[in-house]
Each structure stands twice: as structure tokens, then as C-alpha cells.
């Protein structure tokens, strides 16, 4: 393992700025609002302000105030955080971002978690934090191979946390973590001891007749999955299907980028006008700049496609049921891009024993509701310590 430090030349720094400067602006839509995407006007500002506003050096030395290392795993280096508690009894815990996001999102959680007293906690709720990068992600090598699915990163994950002498240890995840902290659970079973998901889709029975009794929210619920389906899921169809072609774009232009990027965090947050009602702007921008940096555009969308072409892996992935020795916790936000119907997440996950819904926050819960999102999970694990 090879300690590691976010830095980047300066002539990265100016490259970017440079190709921010000169960015060719397409016309203004028929309408405005974001109903055909990200509105010009707003992202024209957000784009200066990257330029012109946006620290990356203060964003790079907050990155560098955890521990970061490097291990190749499976012939890929992963990149991972790993913050340890000081209390003696603390429990291992592995967290695992999705797409468009990274191990970022974390940054105001890392502290509660590891060191609950001196946030206002209980030193009985305290985690040794290890938050890797999927590879394709950021920091992590980009696969140079295919087979790279969930339940391959779900090995390596595994295998971390062997590596760190981690024997019992609990599995966290939303968006793509979700599969992955779940497939955790299938790879490891002797060690996990629990898996808390901020996100899980549960798909209804094929047959109407075995849905049960369903209520207004649930029935409310399969309402908006149909209509994201029709009018929302464009990202996930390209990159399932055509991520290198859209990589040229994405890599070749920040602005390009930054609307791919800030348009999900518009659309799946407790955002009223812009994304920047539900996440801080400079927290957002550390995100994009992670991405263009790196660039992991394409390597990152790889993700969907080689779940989309695996497709007993991809169905087992995500309709289950998942035949988990450990407990389950499912904590659902209200302006996520999946809204579980609990009786049917029941059918797909036996060991189920720990559901929450809030009412606030989104998608990304971890950066738009730190203090909700620690404190589910501290809930989550006290009854397995």
C-alpha cells in the first residue's frame, strides 16, 4: 500500500482554465427552466465561477486532510481513504460512492463517523472509515480490461479490506454502492457483518396480482419510476451503451463535463432553483474538477455498460432477491432518483431489518444530509457491535 496525495501542475490548473475561457456556447433553448437540460445562463455563471472563483488548491488541501493510499487489486490501483478511529472498539466500515459522484461526497462525514465525541456523539458509535474510489472513478487506475461489474469491484473491495487486517466489517452505499456494498456482502459473507444502503430499487412483480395492497405513496412511487423512465433516464442509456463516444465530448470539454455532471445534481436533490439549494457550490466543483482532472469520464461511464452487458449479473444485481447472511438497512430520502416500495424491497431482501425514510434530502444524502446520514447509520449498527 502507497500513501497518496491529490496534486496536480499548475499547467493542469491553467489547461483547464484556458479551455474554460474558450468555451464554444451552443444557442438558447425554445424555453427556459431545465426542462430540455442545464439552463445556458446558469451554467455560463457556474463555468466562470469554476474559472474565475473556484479555489482548486484549497478544494486539493481539504482532499489531503484524511490518510489516502494506493494498492493494486485484480491489476487495477485502487485509491482509497482511510481515516481510523481513535476509539479502541470503533467498527470497520466501507463506503462506496456511484456515478456522477466520488469519494468526495464524504468529506463532512468522515469526522463524525470516526470520532462521534468530539462531534456530540457517543464514542460507542465510532468507525474506522475506509472510502475507496471504484476504479474508473478518480484516483483509481482505469481498467485496461473488461469484466469490470459490480461484483468485480465487490471482490476487490473485499479484498481491501483483508489487506487493512479489517476480520468483521460493515458495508455502506447509495447509487452505485448500493449493488456493490450488497455484493460485499455475497463475496465476503464470513466477514460482513451488516450493509446500509441510502438508495435500493426494488422492481414490482412482473404479475400485478402479487403486488399486494399498495398506497397512495406507493402507488405515487411506481408513478414517478414509469415517468423517469420515459423522460429521465437518457444518461443511463448512452453510457450503458455508447460510453466511449460520449467520452470524447466530456473529455475534451470542462463545460461539457460540468452540465453532464451538474444536471443529476440538479435533478436527484432537494433542490428548488439550482443545484446548489441542496449542495454546496465549492463541494460540487471539487467533484467536477475531480473528473475533468482525472479524466474519468469515459473509464467512469464503463460502469453502466458492463453491467448492461452482463445480464444475468445485471438482473441479479438489481432485482434480487439477494440471498445476504447479513442484515440489511435501507434508508430512503425523499428526493432521490429511486423511491423503494417497502413491501417489495421485503421480497428482494430477506435479511432486511432496518428501514428509514426522511423528510428531506436526496441522492447524494451524504453531502446534502450529513447529520441524517451519519446518524441512520450509527442507528443501523448499534444493535450489531
Known amino acids: 500500500m502507497r500513501p497518496f496525495r491529490v496534486e496536480f501542475p499548475q499547467a493542469d490548473i491553467d489547461d483547464l482554465n484556458r479551455r474554460l475561457a474558450g468555451t464554444r456556447w451552443p444557442g438558447e433553448p425554445p424555453s427556459p427552466g431545465w426542462e430540455r437540460g442545464v439552463p445556458p445562463d446558469y451554467l455560463r455563471e457556474l463555468a466562470e465561477y469554476w474559472r474565475t472563483g473556484f479555489d482548486w488548491r484549497a478544494a486539493q488541501e ?130 460482513v457483518l451488516g450493509v446500509h444502503v441510502n438508495m435500493f430499487a426494488a422492481f414490482p412483480p412482473q404479475d400485478p396480482a402479487d403486488w399486494g395492497e399498495l398506497g397512495e405513496t406507493d402507488l405515487a412511487r411506481l408513478d414517478f419510476a414509469a415517468r423517469f423512465e420515459q423522460d429521465g433516464a437518457g444518461w443511463r442509456f448512452i453510457q450503458s451503451t455508447r460510453p466511449q463516444t460520449l467520452a470524447y465530448a466530456l473529455t475534451d470539454s470542462p463545460v461539457g463535463q460540468l452540465a453532464w455532471i451538474v444536471e443529476k445534481y440538479k435533478e436527484w436533490t432537494d433542490s428548488a432553483k439550482t443545484p446548489e439549494d441542496a449542495v454546496e457550490r465549492d463541494h460540487l ?67 432486511l431489518s432496518h428501514w428509514s425514510e426522511f423528510d428531506r434530502g436526496g441522492h447524494f444524502a451524504a453531502m446534502e444530509q450529513p447529520g441524517l446520514f451519519v446518524e441512520d447509520v450509527r442507528a443501523f449498527t448499534r444493535p450489531l457491535r
Open 62 to 191: 481539504r482532499l489531503n486532510r484524511h490518510p489516502q493510499f494506493v494498492t493494486e487489486i485484480d491489476g487495477v490501483d485502487v485509491h482509497f481513504l482511510h481515516a481510523r478511529s481513535p476509539e479502541r472498539d470503533a467498527v470497520p466500515l466501507v463506503i462506496t460512492h456511484g456515478w456522477p459522484g466520488s469519494y468526495a461526497e464524504f468529506l463532512d462525514v468522515v469526522g463524525p463517523l470516526t470520532d462521534p465525541a468530539s462531534h456530540g456523539g457517543d464514542p460507542a458509535d465510532a468507525f474506522h472509515v475506509v472510502v475507496p474510489s471504484i476504479p474508473g472513478y478518480g484516483f483509481s487506475g482505469h481498467p485496461g480490461e473488461p469484466g469490470w461489474s459490480t461484483r468485480r469491484v465487490a471482490r476487490a473491495w473485499a479484498e481491501l479490506m483483508r489487506r487493512l487486517g479489517y476480520d468483521r466489517y460493515l458495508t455502506q452505499g447509495g447509487d452505485w454502492g448500493m449493488p456493490i456494498s450488497l455484493e460485499v456482502g455475497l463475496a465476503d459473507p464470513d466477514h
Open 285 to 351: 466543483l471539487t467533484i467536477a474538477s475531480i473528473y475533468w482532472l482525472t479524466a474519468s469520464a469515459g473509464s467512469s461511464a464503463q460502469l453502466y455498460y458492463e453491467s448492461n452487458h452482463l445480464t444475468a449479473d445485471f438482473l441479479r444485481t438489481w432485482g434480487g432477491p439477494w440471498p445476504l447472511n447479513a442484515p440489511v438497512g435501507v434508508a430512503v430520502f425523499p428526493s432521490d432518483v429511486v423511491l423503494p416500495v417497502r413491501s417489495f424491497a421485503e421480497r428482494v431482501l430477506p435479511t
